[in-house]
C-alpha cells in the first residue's frame, strides 16, 4: 500500500469518528509515509512520531490511532503529530498550540 492510497480511507474513517485528516496535505503525506515504513519494519502502523520498541504488546498505546489521540483532539484541537484534528483546527478557529507528549516517560524507553 502507498500513503496515496493510505489517505482515502484514513480520511473516511476519520470523518467517521466526527474528525478530519490535517488540511495540510503534505504533512499528512509525511506521516502516512512514515505509518507505512512502521508498518514494513515492525508489522504494525505505530506512529512515526514516537520512538516504537518493535514489540507490538508494548507499543499498543501507539499505534495508529493512538489511545492518546482522542484527549488530544479535545484538548488541544489535534493529535500529537497532527494527522487527526477536530474541524475546527481545520478551520483555523482554535489556536494551533503545540501537543505535550501524553505517553508516559516508561514507555518510551527501549
Do not use: F
Amino acid at each position: 500500500m502507498t500513503a496515496e492510497e493510505l489517505y482515502p480511507i484514513l480520511s473516511k474513517y476519520a470523518e467517521s469518528q466526527r474528525i478530519r485528516l490535517n488540511k495540510d496535505r503534505e504533512t499528512v503525506m509525511d506521516i502516512l509515509r512514515g505509518l507505512l515504513t512502521n508498518e514494513e519494519r515492525y508489522g504494525y502502523r505505530s506512529c512515526p512520531c514516537r520512538l516504537a520498541s518493535g514489540i507490538n504488546d508494548r507499543d499498543k498505546d501507539i499505534i495508529c490511532p493512538c489511545v492518546y489521540r482522542d484527549p488530544d483532539i479535545k484538548e488541544y484541537g489535534s493529535c500529537y503529530c497532527e494527522l487527526y484534528v477536530s474541524l475546527e483546527w481545520n478551520e483555523g478557529t482554535v489556536p494551533h498550540r503545540p501537543v505535550p507528549e501524553r505517553r508516559p516517560a516508561e514507555k518510551s524507553r527501549l
